[in-house]
C-alpha cells in the first residue's frame, strides 16, 4: 500500500470537503470528515492492518486542501452554496 494509500486517504478527505461544504457549516465539515476517517482506521485497528498515524495525516492534509480549494472557487463564484 504505502504511497497509494496515503494519496487515497487525501484525495477522498479533499473531495468529501466539496460534497459537504455547499450543505454544512466547515465546522460540521470538518468534524464529519475527522470522524469518518477516524472511524476507518478504528475499523483498520480491529479487522485490517492497524491504526495509522500517517493515514489521519492524509486525512488532515486533503481536508485543507479541499477546504483551501473550495474557498478559493468560492471566492471566484464557481461553486454552489446553499443560501
Not at 478527505?13 to 477516524?38: D, E, H, K, N, R
Request: include cysteine.
Amino acid at each position: 500500500m504505502g504511497e497509494e494509500d496515503k494519496r487515497k486517504h487525501f484525495w477522498v478527505c479533499f473531495f468529501l470537503q466539496f460534497l459537504f461544504l455547499p450543505w454544512l457549516s466547515v465546522g460540521w465539515a470538518i468534524s464529519l470528515i475527522l470522524l469518518i476517517g477516524t472511524l476507518k482506521e478504528c475499523w483498520d485497528q480491529r479487522y485490517g492492518s492497524g491504526f495509522c498515524w500517517y493515514d489521519m495525516l492524509a486525512n488532515a492534509l486533503g481536508m485543507v486542501a479541499g477546504l483551501l480549494a473550495f474557498m478559493a472557487l468560492q471566492a471566484l463564484g464557481l461553486t454552489f452554496v446553499r443560501s
